[in-house]
């Protein structure tokens, strides 16, 4: 059974920054592609960013693009997502998930098993 655990949430300002974490366990890491969502209050969940298992191909959201670094640390089970310059659009829980497939895809039908999510707040 693979578990993800995200930490790393807050309640920030216009233009601060915050750095999650997703802990996983149960599975080896290093041979999963994994990607971050987001769900804000009464809209769909959005795709944020992927990563390949070795960590050396990234993809990003437009919206989060220059602003967000998907990034991971395979001895440590452990993927990070940068956030920086964040904007108020950016508050919602924000999920952390397994890629199923090797193509990068934003769907979340191709990622698998998921989170709980972690509650990032941008205030203006």
């Known amino acids: 059974q693979v578990q993800l655990v995200e930490s790393g949430g807050g309640l920030v300002q216009t233009g601060d920054s915050l750095r999650l974490s997703c802990a996983a366990s149960g599975s080896t890491f290093s041979s999963y592609d994994m990607g971050w969502f987001r769900q804000a209050p009464g809209k769909e969940r959005e795709f944020v960013a992927t990563i390949s298992m070795s960590g050396d191909t990234t993809y990003y959201a437009a919206s989060v693009k220059g602003r967000f670094t998907i990034s991971r640390d395979n001895a440590k089970n452990t993927m990070y997502l940068q956030m920086n310059s964040l904007k108020p659009e950016d508050t919602a829980v924000y999920l952390c998930?397994?890629?199923?497939?090797?193509?990068?895809?934003?769907?979340?039908?191709?990622?698998?098993?998921w989170g709980q999510g972690t509650q990032v707040t941008v205030s203006s």
């Open positions: 998930a397994r890629r199923l497939t090797r193509t990068i895809v934003t769907s979340q039908r191709y990622y698998d098993y």
